[in-house]
């Protein structure tokens, strides 16, 4: 492998296969809820858990750059052969995740009331729909400090190629969790509460879990006490590097996270049918276009490691195969989410709504979910292929210009032609994204310049 120019398509897929199944499982999760709470009592606590999903949706998401920092970090330094950093940077990425938790949680209170009053504004979802929210936000905040430290063993474990590790985490995570959302939700009647309780147990107990394989893979790699550099964890050099790259990461995945609270809060202006079907439909959106990520993944870790090559010569044939191939396993993936959603769009949404007004909102929608693949697959590949390089300040700038675009698109064209327009100003907004981040391409090949 030392010897390898370009990479295969057989390396690709065995890295990207796994990291789609892992990344496809949460949205997953998000349509178990929806299922859950329509086989309740409480069918409507599809829309409370819509609104109170968009806060951590925002907050994760925000901190979704402990990952991404993580993997690229990682990846580069293991492209470099140089285990100990690889080793340092899954350290500092857990501090922060850590940390960041802890902050959410001691601010909880003052986080609901403000996220609230901003969900609030414009809305036409009911009180009842709000307070099972509150319920909801009040349980799940307990898991931030355990969620986001497992971020860093996510972007860690990718790096390392061991996607394989990092979907037994994910399955074992959300098969927990509907394990648990059919106990309290579907048992106990619990509603959006049952929800979050299940969702708080699930993201603790994955925490553990990656434990677990983190000290796997550092067995592996000459021993769990072996190749430390304490020196390192915090040097300052070291964290400037990792908090340059953290934030202009952290900038854009606000604006993205924003962009969805944006959408979901839009929704609720046509009340409690349309936000719930549009829940439903933004799990299949997010579905699909996670389970492309997986390319995107394999890109983050082949590009990083093409970055970090000692023989730029090497690096340079590794990163462009690693740019094709990726491209083109991701261009037959949509394609094929695209021709399944046109097929079997009907039976989905059959199986995840009870007959009724959300089923006919929701089905009425769906057309845009046929194409979403199609429409976001370039965007989420650069995302892969940029982060892998530790270029966020280019995914920065590529997400200030088309956050505010897709804002103002969205209110004119939600005004103009209802919810339809809102989904077709959402989708120009991937477009946006992925025109902006192109402009950018040829500086990361220019890198490897003598």
Same mark, same amino acid.
């Given at each position: ?15 990207? /296969? ?288 093409s970055m970090g090559s000692k023989n730029p010569e090497r690096g340079r044939l590794r990163y462009h195969s690693a740019v094709r191939r990726t491209f083109v396993l991701a261009g037959v993936a949509a394609v094929f989410f695209s021709v ?27 057309? /845009? ?82």
């Amino acid at each position: 492998m030392a010897q390898e120019t370009e990479y295969s398509y057989r390396r690709i897929f065995a890295l990207a /296969w796994p990291a789609s199944v892992a990344a496809s499982v949460t949205p997953l999760l998000g349509a178990v809820d929806v299922w859950a709470l329509a086989q309740s009592s409480r069918p409507l606590d599809i829309a409370a858990v819509g609104l109170a999903s968009v806060i951590f949706s925002l907050a994760y998401w925000s901190f979704g750059f402990i990952r991404m920092s993580v993997a690229g970090l990682t990846a580069q330094a293991a492209g470099a052969e140089d285990e100990p950093e690889a080793r340092a940077a899954l350290v500092r990425g857990a501090v922060i995740g850590g940390g960041i938790g802890l902050a959410l949680l001691i601010l909880q209170w003052p986080i609901g009331i403000l996220s609230f009053k901003a969900l609030g504004i414009g809305s036409e979802a009911s009180a009842a729909t709000f307070d099972a929210a509150r319920q909801y936000y009040d349980i799940r905040i307990w898991g931030a400090p355990f969620a986001l430290a497992s971020y860093a063993a996510f972007g860690w474990l990718t790096a390392r190629e061991r996607t394989d590790y990092l979907m037994i985490i994910s399955i074992f995570i959300t098969t927990l969790n509907i394990v648990l959302d059919y106990i309290f939700v579907v048992e106990f009647g619990w509603g959006a509460a049952g929800v979050a309780a299940g969702t708080l147990i699930a993201e603790v107990s994955g925490f553990f879990a990656c434990l677990v394989f983190v000290g796997m893979v550092l067995r592996r790699s000459g021993g769990v006490r072996a190749n430390w550099r304490p020196a390192d964890f915090f040097a300052r050099d070291k964290i400037a590097r990792t908090v340059s790259v953290n934030f202009d990461i952290f900038v854009r995945t606000v604006l993205l996270a924003f962009s969805f609270a944006w959408f979901v809060q839009r929704s609720g202006a046509f009340g409690d049918v349309v936000l719930a079907a549009n829940q439903i439909l933004l799990q299949l959106f997010l579905f699909t276009g996670l389970a492309l990520d997986g390319t995107a993944i394999a890109a983050e870790t082949l590009v990083g490691q093409s970055m970090g090559s000692k023989n730029p010569e090497r690096g340079r044939l590794r990163y462009h195969s690693a740019v094709r191939r990726t491209f083109v396993l991701a261009g037959v993936a949509a394609v094929f989410f695209s021709v399944f959603y046109w097929l079997a769009g009907d039976t989905v949404i059959a199986l995840l709504t009870p007959p009724g007004e959300i089923r006919d909102a929701t089905t009425t929608f769906m057309p /845009w979910i046929i194409i979403s693949p199609l429409i976001v697959v370039i965007g989420f590949q650069l995302d892969g292929i940029f982060i892998g390089a530790t270029r966020a300040r280019e995914m920065r700038n590529s997400m200030i210009v088309s956050a505010p675009i897709f804002i103002a698109l969205s209110i004119w064209a939600a005004g103009a032609f209802g919810n339809h327009g809102l989904w077709a100003a959402f989708s120009v907004y991937f477009l946006l994204r992925a025109a902006t981040l192109l402009l950018y391409m040829p500086r990361l090949g220019r890198a490897f310049a003598a």
